[in-house]
């Protein structure tokens, strides 16, 4: 770890001159169980178990899940809080705050009934606190500053110790200017597996927590007082394209386990298949209460568990249905100018403000709009798939299910090979006639003419 440990005090040359050194070297030699530091903005390979009791391990998508040490039969972590940089995607990093160099923290995984110790190391400018959001636990654990305990001081250590009673999927954040705190990226994923490892078993388990950042084009450090208007929407801290796909084999059980710690809901969706919600942070839902979805809201606080079998074979996507949410930075203070022909004006606000762009005059081709960006910040939509543009950013990702896939194998297959006549393609023939409802004038288009969709009228009704 020596290499990591270099970047981490390379992340943190502000942060250990306002410390010192004197209380990490003194802990880190004798006591305190490693704390390793995040690999890389990708998806780290599942954390096998290499003692205490089996469990199938989660996949945390460009997440990882942080070992552990035994000791006399405790499970003990060592999670370090501090400022770090995180790859939002190639091209942008943020100036963030989280745990062991990642945003968000590694996930922690644990089983059914171990004894837990988590120290947490303060190396943040200002005090926090961790609270373990879900977990049933002796009130003194629960990590609420100033009222089950004082605040971590920056520099200090603290101890938390409880038996992780039920298994189920929680989250860990402070409560300590939370505000702040949360807004800097500070969260993690916290995994409780059944003691009995058939149970709730699945042959891929994702987990991921939903972001909000407000980072203005051109610097690196979220705006900590946004409370709706962020321009980063984000699955573990990344951006559509750059999340990891997730890859399964065809006809495997699948879970994906999202968090939402934003400031607001988001309606997530999966395409080609449905699903049911099976579980929350308050637990697994009961077969019979379950009910199928394409798409559920996770509000904010919440943590769903959803389950399908993945039996369409393709690239689906899976995205908050929230359309701005669907988007990168640029692109927020847009205006609207469908219908209005602006050739020549864009030029000429150009003059007057460099950079400046308008959105698609016909309502489209956001994806294709191109400027010059300023330093450090994404285009508002990007992504190329075999057809052509994919105008997403934001919270967006593919789904990959494959055939060929084999069992744990969560290596990207590429694009999808359609089988052949399975794609939406061009028509080039004649058109039916225009339909028009019996007995009612016709409309102008702009009027908004019902399609009268059971004589298969399409888009070229006028
Ligand atoms: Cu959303």
């Known amino acids: ?180 705190q949360m807004a800097m990226g500070m969260m993690g994923f916290w995994v409780t597996h059944p003691k009995d490892i058939r149970r709730h078993a699945v042959d891929r388990d994702f987990v991921f927590l939903l972001g909000a950042y407000d980072i203005e ?13 962020f321009n980063l929407w984000t699955m573990n801290s990344r951006v559509f394209p750059a999340i990891d796909p997730m890859v399964v084999r065809q006809g495997d059980r699948v879970r994906i386990r999202a968090g939402n710690l934003t400031m607001t809901n988001h309606p997530i969706h999966l395409h080609g298949h449905t699903f049911e919600v099976t579980g929350t942070d308050g637990g697994w839902v009961k077969p019979s209460a379950r009910w199928p979805e394409v798409t559920t809201d996770i509000g904010v606080g919440q943590m769903r568990a959803i389950e399908f079998v993945a039996d369409n074979p393709g690239d689906w996507a899976f995205h908050c249905h929230k359309s701005h949410h669907t988007m990168n930075a640029m692109g927020h203070d847009v205006p609207t100018l469908i219908g209005v022909d602006h050739r020549g004006v864009a030029e000429k606000i150009n003059d007057l403000v460099p950079g400046y762009m308008v959105m698609g005059d016909k309502g489209g081709s956001m994806g294709s709009m191109r400027m010059a960006l300023p330093e450090n910040t994404l285009p508002m939509m990007t992504g190329t798939g075999q057809y052509g543009e994919i105008e997403m950013g934001g919270m967006f990702t593919l789904v990959k299910v494959r055939e060929g896939q084999a069992r744990g194998d969560y290596r990207d297959p590429g694009h999808y090979r359609h089988p052949t006549g399975s794609v939406a393609y061009e028509w080039t023939g004649d058109l039916p006639p225009a339909p028009q409802a019996p007995g009612m004038p016709a409309l102008a288009p702009a009027q908004g003419k019902p399609v009268d969709v059971k004589r298969g009228g399409g888009h070229e009704h006028h």
Request: proline letters at 10%; glycine letters at 10%.
């Open 1 to 180: 770890m020596t290499a990591s440990n270099n970047s981490r005090r390379n992340f943190l040359a502000g942060a250990t001159t306002l410390l010192g050194a004197g209380m990490v070297s003194r802990a880190g030699a004798a006591s305190l169980p490693e704390a390793p530091v995040g690999p890389s903005a990708g998806t780290a390979a599942p954390l096998v178990p290499p003692n205490g009791r089996p469990y199938n391990p989660v996949v945390t998508l460009n997440g990882w899940s942080l070992p552990w040490r035994m000791k006399d039969g405790v499970k003990e972590f060592h999670l370090v809080a501090e400022p770090v940089v995180r790859e939002v995607a190639p091209g942008m990093t943020a100036n963030l705050w989280g745990y062991n160099g990642q945003s968000p923290g590694p996930t922690i995984e644990v089983v059914e009934g171990d004894r837990v110790r988590i120290f947490v190391t303060n190396k943040l400018p200002e005090h926090t606190s961790v609270h373990w959001h879900g977990q049933i636990l002796p009130n003194g654990m629960d990590g609420v500053s100033g009222v089950t305990q004082p605040s971590i001081q920056p520099g200090k250590t603290f101890v938390y110790e409880f038996v992780a009673k039920h298994a189920g999927t929680f989250m860990y954040h402070p409560h300590a200017d939370e505000m702040v």
């Open 217 to 229: 084009p051109g610097s690196y450090t979220p705006k900590v007082n946004t409370m709706l208007d």
